[in-house]
Every structure is written in C-alpha cells, then in structure tokens.
C-alpha cells in the first residue's frame, strides 16, 4: 500500500516543532470546538429517536452499544499511548502512527470475530444482528480515525483535531438524516455511519502528513508486541470502561426489551453531552500534563489539583441546569412519547458532580503512566455496575440502570483518587515555575 501522503513526499513541509506549548486558555476554545461538534452526533440521533420510533430506536441502541464494547479490541490502549508518547517528543509520532495502523489490521479481524458471536447469541432478530456487523465496520474506521485524532492532540494541534471532529459529525447528520428520512430504517442508519467514516478518515489521514508527514501500515512484530506492551494496562482499562458504560444498555435490551432500552438511551444521550464538558478540560489537560510528567513533578501536581478544581466548579452549575431542566428537555428533543425519560435524565444528570473531577483524574493517570490504577478503577466500578444493575433493572427498569451508573461513577472517583494520591499531592520533588 503506498504511504498516505506519499505523492507529496517532497513537498510536505512539516510544522516545526516549538519549545513553547500553545497556552491552555487558547488550547480549551480549539479543543471546545471539537467536543461541542459531537452535540452533531446527539442531534442524529434525536432525529433518529423521532423518526424510528422507541422500539426501532432502542434496537439501534442496543447495537451500537455491543459495538463499541468490542470497538476496544480494536484500539486497547493504542491512542492513550500515542497521545502520550507523542506529547512528549513528537519526531515519534510518523513511526507511531504507522506501526499502530498495522496492528490495527491484525486486531479488527479479533473484534470482527468477537462482534459476530456475540451479536448470534445475544439477539435472535436477522435486522439487528445485520445493524451489529455494519455498525461494526463503521467502528473500525473509527478506530482509525481516533489514531490521527489523538496524534493531533498529542502535538497540541486541537483546532485541526476540532475540524476532523466537525467533518465527522456533519457527514453522520446530513448521511444520516437522508438515510431516515429516505425510509431506510436502522439498517441505512447503520450505513450511514459507514459511509461518513470512509470520507472523515480521508480527511484525517491529509491533514495528520502535513503535521508529522507521511505514513503507512508497518508491519513489525517486534514493535507489534512493544507497542501493544505499552499499551496493554490502558487497553485493559479502556475495555472495562466501555464494558462499564454500555454494560446497562446491553442488559436493558436483553431483560426489559427495546421499547425501554430506547426511554433509557434518549436520557443517557443527553447525559452524554452534559459530560462532553469534563472531556474538553481532560483532552486539554492530558498533553501538558504528559510534558510536566517527565519534567516536573511539582508542576505537574500544581496542573492536576488545579483541573481538579476547574472539574468541581464546571460540574455544579451543569450538573444543577441536567436536573432541572431535565423533563422539559428531553420531551424537547424526542418529542412526548419520551416523556418518562425525565426522571432517568435527573437521575444521571446527579452524577456529573462526579463525573467530572473523574475525567480529570483520568488524564492524570494517562500522564504519568498508572495503567494499572486506571485497570483497577475501571474493574472495581465495572463489577460494582454490573451487579447493581442485575439487582436494579429486572425491579425497576431504566430507573435503576441510571442508579447504577451514578453510583459507579462514585465508587470510580474515590478509588481512582486515592490511587494517584502521591501524583497529586507530592511529599517532595524538584521545583519548578508554575504550569501555565
């Protein structure tokens, strides 16, 4: 296969590289366009809940809910590392990127397989199992996708991540709204999804040569197993995490049916883009904290209590407008057959006083490289979810997935927290001027 950007090898000129990071004010707005850009994504799938129906909806929901569960395999770990490791020297990242496309190659054929049973055994309808495999594919792109993103963030460049972001998310909205409203049903959703990644990731790939030059899959076993080393505790993590997040749908769909799996997912879509705002301040945090990580540790601890601060005070106000406004937003939106996913909406909007500070204790960890206390937060939250869940949902439905959830969230944040003490409170270490 010829390098990405290959035709232009001798005129990519490389943007040089600068002793002096781009400020975080000026880093949070650029990353900001990219996350809000994902509220793209939530209109979708508002349209999506409007035009399919509850039950429609909920198969939906519950397919891509599988899907991204296996979409780690995918990854598992590989852009938490590349955002680091890049972050810190950023000659790496050309070499990095090709080696992970790769790999990635060997690992989809491991999900794609996993997908497969999974989808046979856990539903015995044709249609939602063929929304599960196309869903699937689309997943693989993306997985790709999220190597150039990462890479981009790594470097600090978050206004072309933003513009990735936002090509992404239009071509799902207008692909996607045209599949719909042309009668298609979930199946042309599910290809719509594949259809937006094909041109989304074209667009990456050109705008990551003309920031690191050009690249291929590299086919190295020995830099296969290092690499997959490396990332092997964040993938571990990662894949807990997505079992963790969509855990609740998946056992919605299979003990309460889809027309609830539906009521639930319109809440939790919502809760979604409330929590994008700890996102934006953990994507902004992760490559500065990853530069003080090898050079300060005073700085770095400096950075991380003062994200910490700026997760609590952003989460109130969020967290206060999720539950108040929560009935009327959410019949808003999906329309009053939805209505009952209010009280669902309130109950998740609580948890963002948590969900926050969580993300921001999630970019320390990536920072300083404690996979293995990110593995057992993840563990620990994901056995404490799963279990409430199987006690909650088969009592009261949706209600008690959401309660489950915050609940986890919880758990997560004081363990998590009490794991990276020593990173954030640091009994002794060289001085250092004050993080920016």
Request: glycine share 12%; charged share 15%.
């Amino acid at each position: 296969m010829a390098a990405v950007g290959g035709v232009a090898r001798a005129t990519v000129e490389r943007r040089p590289v600068t002793d002096r990071p781009p400020g975080l004010l000026g880093n949070a707005v650029r990353a900001s366009v990219a996350g809000f850009s994902t509220l793209l994504l939530a209109v979708l799938l508002v349209i999506a809940g409007r035009l399919l129906g509850e039950e429609e909806y909920g198969k939906f929901s519950f397919a891509l809910a599988l899907v991204m569960i296996f979409e780690t395999v995918i990854d598992f770990g590989l852009k938490e590392i590349t955002t680091r490791e890049v972050a810190r020297d950023r000659r790496a990242a050309q070499a990095l990127v090709s080696q992970t496309f790769g790999l990635k190659l060997a690992l989809s054929a491991v999900a794609s397989a996993g997908l497969l049973v999974a989808a046979n055994l856990l539903r015995p309808e044709p249609e939602v199992r063929l929304v599960c495999y196309v869903l699937g594919a689309a997943s693989i792109l993306r997985s790709y996708l999220l190597t150039l993103r990462y890479t981009l963030q790594g470097i600090e460049r978050f206004g072309l991540d933003g513009i990735v972001v936002g090509v992404d998310r239009l071509l799902l909205l207008v692909i996607g709204v045209g599949a719909l409203v042309g009668g298609f049903g979930v199946i042309g959703l599910a290809v719509a999804f594949v259809g937006a990644r094909v041109i989304s990731l074209s667009v990456a790939c050109a705008l990551a040569v003309l920031q690191i030059g050009p690249f291929r899959p590299a086919f190295d076993g020995a830099r296969w197993l290092e690499l997959q080393r490396r990332a092997l505790p964040f993938g571990a993590f990662v894949a807990v995490l997505y079992l963790y997040s969509y855990a609740d749908t998946v056992m919605l769909g299979v003990i309460r049916g889809d027309e609830e799996t539906g009521l639930y997912n319109a809440a939790y879509r919502v809760y979604e883009g409330l929590a994008n705002v700890g996102h934006v301040l953990q994507t902004v945090l992760i490559p500065r904290l990853s530069r003080y990580s090898a050079t300060s540790r005073t700085g770095h601890a400096q950075l991380a209590r003062r994200g910490l601060l700026a997760g609590g005070l952003l989460a109130l106000p969020t967290a206060a407008a999720g539950y108040v406004l929560a009935g009327p937003v959410v019949i808003l939106l999906f329309g009053q057959d939805y209505g009952t996913a209010g009280g669902v909406l309130q109950l998740l909007a609580a948890g963002l006083v948590v969900v926050f500070p969580l993300c921001v204790l999630h970019g320390v960890a990536l920072s300083v490289g404690a996979g293995g206390w990110l593995l057992r937060t993840a563990v620990i939250g994901c056995v404490f979810n799963v279990g409430l869940n199987l006690v909650l949902i088969p009592r009261f439905g949706m209600q008690g997935a959401a309660a489950a959830t915050v609940a986890g969230e919880a758990l997560s944040v004081m363990v998590l927290a009490w794991g990276l003490r020593r990173w954030l409170w640091p009994i002794s270490g060289p001085g250092a001027p004050p993080p920016q």
